[in-house]
């Protein structure tokens, strides 16, 4: 009814996951989606009904907002055709692609214009509202914007791009594992993308011939394995821990 919360496709995905996925020849060798590349689809993984219908309502209000503002206008053929056809143009493609931030924000401002387009005059939004409490309410705003853009943009962000910067070395020695730990304490919803990278780093060092450290081996172990026990159903981290062990036995033998 709910779905599986944002970002939880991997949940889905692995409940379903068929062991045909990895072979090449017979299921293509795809092992790893995050997406179902269809919007509509993401909406009812995601949110269940209850999103789905939110997220289809936005299309159903815009619709008809539309349609009341110009039914009866004379430039219904320039501004209500021309803006039912780029909402059904956008609604349509979302069955085929996965939404980006650069389209979200586009589609954001056209909602906007039909909402500042249903307004006769700009004072109808302020009437009743005091100066006073309008700033109160921009204060409250701002303030939430910027602890939430701290702690979902700004820490996920510093530990990316640190880890991208550990992986970058051709060897994880012992500085990179204490960055390692230390990007890990930055922010959970990195994970498990930090400890899948930083285990994949390790493995492609040890098939290149390279020595690997027992606190790399103790580190790589304990993250990929507390992942598990937390619960995360992500097929490619229990690929990527056997793959790891996989190599670390044909290493030792």
Known sequence: LFGWGPENFHA??????????????????????DRTHNIVFDQFVQGGIVG???????????????????????NFVLWGVLSLAL???????????????????IFFAFLAFIGARGIKNANEALSGMSMRFFFLKVGIVIVLFGVSSFFFVVQPLRSGYGTFRIIAQPVPGN??????????????????????????????SVQ?????????????TKEMQKLITNGWKDIGVYYTLGNF??????RMD
Not at 23 to 28: D, N, S, T, W, Y
Not at 53 to 74: C, D, E, G, N, T
Not at 88 to 102: A, E, L, R
Request: proline share 5%.
């Open 87 to 105: 909402l059904g143009s956008y609604f349509i493609q979302n069955f085929f692609v996965f939404d980006m931030p650069s389209v979200s924000m």
């Open 175 to 204: 500085e990179a594992i204490a960055k390692y730990e230390k990007i890990l304490r930055l922010s959970s919803l990195a994970t498990p993308q930090t400890q899948v990278f930083f285990t994949s780093a390790v493995i492609n």
């Open 52 to 74: 789905a219908a939110a997220y289809l309502a936005i299309f159903i209000a815009a619709a008809v907002s539309i349609v009341r503002r110009w039914a009866f206008s004379k």
């Open 12 to 33: 889905v995905f692995g409940k379903y996951f068929h062991p045909c996925f990895p072979l090449p020849r017979e299921c293509g060798g795809e092992l790893w989606f």
């Open 208 to 220: 290149n011939g390279n020595e690997i450290s027992p606190d790399s081996i103790t580190i790589v």
């Open 245 to 250: 062990y996989n190599v670390l036995g044909h």
